[in-house]
Every structure is written in C-alpha cells, then in structure tokens.
C-alpha cells in the first residue's frame, strides 16, 4: 500500500535553508505526480509545491526561487529544498500523492518547520 514518511524539519533561523525528505513506497516516485502541502497552526493545509510524472516541477508563488521539488526515483525519495526560510514559512509540511489537497491525494504524517 502507498505509505509516505517524512522528515528533515525543525528549528531555523530566517535566512536559512532546510531539506525535507518524504520516503515512499506502495508505487513508482520516479514517474508519479507527487507534492508538497503545508499547514500552518489554525490554517487550512496549502499547496507548496509539485512534480509531475514528466518531472516538470512547480510551486507557489511566494516560494518561487527559495524552494525546489526534487526527486530520486531509484530511491523512491522526494525532497523539498527550502533556502531563505522565511517567518511566514513555518507550518508542518506533508508529502502527498497528487496535488495534496484532493479526497484520494495520501499525505504522511509531516515534518514541523519552525522558522525565527
């Protein structure tokens, strides 16, 4: 079954930089449509970013040159590199299969980003 775990958050300082890693299993990271959601505390969970099956990549506007979405298919890992974290970043951060918001995307458990 599609199991997702990940992990990598923590404490930063603004300016700082992160990597999350979300380890998949259950399907095929290399040619899956995957993403990056984030809940911040009292919020409803945004979409951060995503890849798709082509590895064609995108994210939301106000990460747009501070955050990437690679992948490692062979390992079946994804990645969210996170550099000029900023305040307005903290929130806990879920992989998902999908664009993370629909009723049949599967999210892992997160990772909590603190950013002061």
């Known amino acids: 079954h599609v199991q997702l775990v990940e992990s990598g958050g923590g404490p930063v300082q603004a300016g700082g930089s992160l990597r999350l890693s979300c380890a998949a299993s259950?399907?095929?990271?290399?040619?899956?449509?995957l993403s990056w959601v984030r809940q911040a505390p009292g919020k409803e969970v945004k979409w951060v970013a995503s890849?798709?099956?082509?590895?064609?990549?995108y994210v939301t506007d106000s990460v747009k040159g501070r955050f990437t979405i690679p992948r490692d298919g062979p390992r079946s890992m994804l990645y969210l590199d996170m550099h000029n974290l900023k305040s307005e970043d903290t929130a806990r951060y879920f992989c998902?299969?999908?664009?993370?918001?629909?009723?049949?995307?599967?999210r892992g458990q997160g990772t909590q980003v603190t950013v002061s």
């Open positions: 998902a299969t999908g664009d993370g918001t629909a009723r049949s995307s599967v």
């Open positions: 259950g399907f095929p990271v290399g040619t899956s449509y």
């Open positions: 890849i798709y099956n082509t590895g064609q990549t």
